[in-house]
């Protein structure tokens, strides 16, 4: 008869590999979670990544307002006349 609860391995070293197993898996979640609470903590690189994306954006051409612009007026104009 075996004294272990069901489900868990009576083999020293499956126990010991699962073991092992789940320590790495503890110290990656952990790695992470430090990593994201420095970058966090970090307003610098915040901001700085932030303005990166801004100027990552697409700007709307020139040529596209004025001529958006244009229409608009001259819509305006033959509507009033």
Same mark, same amino acid.
């Given at each position: 008869m075996n %004294?272990?609860?069901?489900?868990?391995?009576?083999?020293? &070293?499956?126990? @010991? !590999?699962?073991?092992?197993? %789940?320590?790495e898996r503890t110290r990656a979640e952990l790695g &992470?979670?430090? @990593? !994201?609470?420095?970058?966090k903590a970090d307003v610098k690189a915040r901001v700085t990544?932030?303005?990166a994306a801004v100027r990552r954006r697409p700007e709307v051409p020139l040529g596209a307002v004025l001529g958006a612009v244009v229409a608009v007026l001259t819509y305006l104009w033959w509507r009033n006349h």
């Open positions: %004294d272990e609860p069901a489900g868990r391995p009576s083999d020293p &070293e499956v126990r @010991a !590999e699962r073991l092992r197993a %789940d320590i &992470e979670t430090v @990593a !994201e609470l420095a970058y990544d932030r303005a």
